[in-house]
């Protein structure tokens, strides 16, 4: 089998779900692979490769991929007992939930993105779409053809929309999602489900490509690492976490599938309108937020029958963007945590920042490198050096996105302190 990183393109990405009976796939035709998620009564087990699927996958091949590539994870969930049960739970026992999707002049990806969100099955939910120092319209247009609530928040950055979205939901589990983005039908019911604890204010979900169909689509993924985190659950709290698992947030998962309750924004604040997209940070915005969550005392867990399907860039040149963005947003949110002042959490002090910077991130992406020379990493150097840049130009992102929120903060002559 040809290793992932390696696949040629395009990749038919499919979901089969084993309480059906397995049927052949058709339209395959013209892919050199299928990767297909496997899944069980909504649970995800994981993923197989069919090599040169042909215009139809036989039912056949689908069962040898599956003995081949799953027995294992499938044996494991064929025994397991409960899940089912929690999964179907009554529709009585399930909150209701703000669902908000911040969006910028993207009204394509933001249609397609709403339609999913329609066709969620769930009994009791709202969509608030907040449309982020728009250029035009056309999104406000867009929305008013649909059942859902549209908010403009003038002021630039997605962190400012984030806020503006927990203002105007009214429900008290709000669920964030992005535009390039499309949902799962049981999504709602996972996220719900995931709640059933107390303690749990964040979840995060399962992140999958939405396709596969170019060579960028392709490194990102399988090269770079992408977006999922996984078919496993698993939890975290501040009381289990050395000040290293506690600054390495981005393992909990990504803003564009994410969850919490309407009380943590009380004990932890809102979202720091200093980063993510749209300032000079150009992100971080959801890993300082998971940070603070679990500084502030809350459980975190990770549901991954939350699912969404991202659509990542298609060309190499937006793929590099977004790597020199990646280096640079995570070294603002680094320096975030050096400077801040707010945190009660006492054990994580600038030391402990300064030895995760320098002994696990730096020296994982030095690591890296070596590990390319050596033929053992798979990232092409090109790729890596643009992940490298970002990292160099982090100290200066961050000053200039605290230089800019303040001016923005007082043309707005808005008294909400930064990440209040």
């Not at 950055?157 to 927990?166: C, S, T």
């Not at 924004?265 to 679990?294: I, N, W």
Request: glycine content about 8%; aromatic content about 8%.
């Amino acid at each position: 089998m040809i290793p992932l990183p390696y696949l040629p393109t395009p990749v038919r990405v499919l979901e089969i779900d084993l309480a059906a009976p397995i049927a052949p796939i058709p339209g395959c035709a013209g892919y050199a692979a299928a990767r297909i998620l496997v899944r069980l009564r909504g649970e995800p087990l994981g993923w197989v490769t069919i090599e040169e699927p042909g215009e139809v996958i036989p039912a056949e091949r689908v069962r040898e991929a599956l003995a081949g590539q799953l027995a294992g994870p499938i044996h494991n969930a064929a025994l397991s007992a409960g899940f089912a049960a929690e999964a179907g739970a009554g529709a009585r026992s399930l909150p209701p939930i703000s669902v908000v999707v911040c969006t910028r002049d993207r009204p394509d990806s933001m249609a397609h993105c709403l339609l999913a969100l329609l066709a969620l099955d769930y009994p009791a939910f709202e969509i608030v779409v907040v449309d982020n120092a728009p250029m035009s319209d056309a999104t406000m247009r867009l929305v008013a053809s649909h059942p859902v609530r549209y908010v403009r928040e003038d002021r630039p950055g997605l962190d400012w929309a984030r806020n503006r979205g927990i203002a105007e939901s009214r429900h008290g589990i709000i669920a964030f999602t992005d535009d390039d983005v499309r949902v799962d039908a049981g999504w709602l019911r996972a996220i719900a489900t995931a709640f059933g604890a107390p303690e749990v204010m964040l979840v995060t979900g399962l992140i999958c490509p939405a396709e596969l169909e170019t060579e960028a689509q392709i490194v990102f993924e399988y090269q770079y690492g992408g977006m999922g985190k996984g078919c496993r659950e698993w939890w975290s709290r501040r009381d289990l976490l050395t000040p290293a698992q506690l600054i390495g947030t981005h393992h909990l998962g990504a803003g564009a599938n994410m969850a919490c309750r309407r009380e943590i924004f009380e004990r932890a604040g809102r979202f720091d309108t200093a980063l993510d997209v749209g300032t000079p940070s150009h992100g971080g915005g959801d890993l300082d937020m998971f940070y603070r969550v679990l500084a502030a005392g809350g459980t975190a867990r990770y549901e991954p029958r939350a699912i969404v399907w991202h659509a990542h860039r298609r060309e190499l040149p937006a793929l590099r963007r977004q790597l020199r963005d990646n280096g640079r947003a995570f070294g603002v949110y680094l320096l975030t945590r050096f400077f801040e002042r707010r945190t009660a959490d006492a054990a994580l002090t600038r030391l402990a920042v300064v030895r995760y910077t320098v002994f696990v991130w730096l020296q994982w992406l030095a690591g890296r490198v070596v590990r390319r020379f050596r033929r053992r990493e798979t990232l092409p150097l090109p790729m890596q050096s643009q992940e490298l840049a970002g990292v160099l130009e982090a100290p200066f992102a961050y000053f200039a996105t605290r230089r800019s929120d303040a001016r923005l903060r007082q043309l707005s002559a808005t008294p909400e302190a930064p990440g209040g």
